[in-house]
Structures are given as C-alpha cells and as structure tokens.
C-alpha cells in the first residue's frame, strides 16, 4: 500500500502524519519543541512512520508546512498553513465553513466554501495576543500548570477587565489583579475571555459561519473553546487531534498531489499556495493591531463536541 506524509513545523511543536493511499490515517505524531527544530521535526517523523510500520523510503510524496515547512528534508511541495489547514480540517469535518486555528504564535480565521477550499482568510501574526505564548504568559504570572488553566478559569465568576492584550503588558497588568487580591480563576476567566474578543475581532473580518472548528494547540483548553463559543454565540467543535490538522492537511495534499500530477521529483519544494491545485483568489487579511473589542450579547455555549478523524479518507 501507498503512503503519504505531511509534516507542519511550527514555532512550537512539530506534527507529522502519515496516511495511506485512501486518505486513511495511519500514524500521527506531536511533538513539543522549544522553538523551530529539525531535531523536534525529525522526532515527529520517525515517530508517525514507526506507528503506520513503513520505513521512511516507503513514503510516496511529502508536503511540508508551517514556520519551518522550508527546513523539511526531502519534502516534495510546500503548501501555506491556510491551505493544510482548511484541508485537513474539511476532512476531519465536512461541511465545515469556518476554521479557527490558535497556534503557538499566530492565530487564524479561514473561511472554507462548499468544497472545503479556502474561501477568504483572516490572520494575527504580529503579536502574541490570542495566541499559545499569550496563555504561557497567563499560566506563568499566576504560577498554573498551563495543562491545568483551561479547568481553572471554568471555575471563575467575578469579570475583571482586561485593558492590554500585549503580552508584556497583560502580564504587568494580571500581576497588579493579584496584588488586588483578585482570585487565580477570576483572573484567568477574565483572560480567557477578552481572547475570545480578539479572536471575534478576527472571525468579523471573514465573517461568521457554521459549522465552526477549531484546530491548533489551545483548542485543547475547555476554556479557550467556552468562551469563543460565547463570543461568537454559536457551537465550536473540536476534532479528536486538533493539533495534527495542518499535518494531516499536507498529507492529503500530498496523496492529491501525487494523483494529480505523478509522484513529483525530488526538491520540487516551490507550490507554496493552493494554486497549482486548487486555484482560488482569497483575499485574505492580516491582522498586526485590532482593538479585539466585541459588543452584543452572549450567552452560555454548548458542550465541546470531538469528531475523531474520517476513516474513510477525505471527502
């Protein structure tokens, strides 16, 4: 049987997925790194051939993406975030309309037509607002394992007002509410919150639509999901492996790919967008300083919803 892989290597971990020649997931794998790694990258790789048992001669084609999507040895093709996302998300969830991926230093608003191909997209790269490192931030001002600071602002009550969402100045900021005498949770509610905000500044850009997912390392805090469901006063689901999206995306990309075209030769590594593929026009916003001020009424979100990945390969 044929194989595939997609590798995402992002600021902060590396994802790498394997699939086979139907789309069907075959090995997976997360991997935390400091920063942009080709040991981390590489730790991922191995990890997700030996899970699908195929050495790494037996992958067909390889897409890479993420930060360091050039640093892939080996990698066929090159596809921008938006693009392995909105893939690999439209697989996991069909029907899908809007993505919102929060990375570990970005974050992302795409919307997706009928499809599943990028129809419009919003992005926030210029800071850490929103972001993973904004929640480190949070995690380590109020001294919480950053595993456990989802639970922990579920349990706040009390809304604190958030004025900086830079994430210097947040930390000044959650230090004086400590020394105010403001609870751990009611500060860490407070924050997850005006995030929501700021992410519901970035969605208007694109507009609303639903089915809502979302993707990237903080959709794995309860939290995060909750109050963006607030924000934006409609259901988000969560798929099974939120993290792995943009990789499982790329692995597609490259069965697709490799269908489309034939197996493509080594270092042909320049399709750095859809359109080679899929050709398409988003416009496409970037996001460097919005207010993340959002108005209306919220109310209660429903429960988290996880949808495992499609066995049945992609639609």
């Known amino acids: 049987m044929t194989h595939y892989l997609g590798v995402d290597l992002g600021s902060t971990t590396a994802k790498a997925v394997v699939v086979d020649e139907h789309g069907s997931l075959a090995g997976q794998s997360v991997v935390q790194m400091g920063a942009v790694s080709r040991q981390g990258m590489q730790k991922a790789v191995d990890a997700a051939l030996t899970e699908a048992g195929i050495p790494e001669n037996g992958v067909a084609a390889t897409v890479s993406t993420g930060y360091g999507r050039k640093l892939v040895p080996g990698a066929h093709r090159t596809f921008t975030e938006i693009t392995c996302h909105a893939r690999g998300a439209a697989a996991m969830r069909p029907g899908v309309k809007l993505i919102i991926d929060i990375g570990g230093q970005d974050s992302k608003a795409i919307k997706v037509d009928a499809d599943g191909l990028v129809d419009d997209f919003a992005m926030n790269d210029r800071c850490a607002s929103g972001t993973g ?183």
């Open 133 to 315: 490192r904004f929640y480190e931030v949070l995690a380590r001002a109020i001294e919480c394992d950053i595993g456990e600071l989802g639970e922990l602002a579920l349990t706040g009550s009390e809304s604190l007002e958030v004025s900086s969402m830079c994430a210097t100045f947040a930390e000044t900021e959650i230090i004086s509410m400590l020394a105010e005498g403001h609870s751990t949770a009611d500060i860490a509610a407070s924050v997850h919150r005006a995030v929501a905000g700021r992410t519901l500044a970035l969605v208007a850009q694109v507009g609303r639509h639903a089915p809502v997912v979302m993707t990237g390392g903080v959709a794995r805090n309860p939290a995060a999901v909750r109050f963006l469901e607030q924000a934006l006063r409609l259901d988000v689901e969560v798929p099974e492996h939120p993290q792995i999206t943009g990789a499982y995306g790329a692995a597609l990309l490259a069965m697709e790919s490799s269908a489309e075209r034939g197996a493509p030769a080594d270092g042909d590594a320049d399709a750095d967008t859809s359109e080679r593929l899929f050709p398409r026009t988003p416009s496409g916003h970037s996001c460097a300083g919005c207010e993340g001020h959002a108005g209306g009424a919220v109310h209660l979100g429903a429960s988290i919803k996880l949808h495992p990945l499609s066995e049945a390969g992609p639609r």
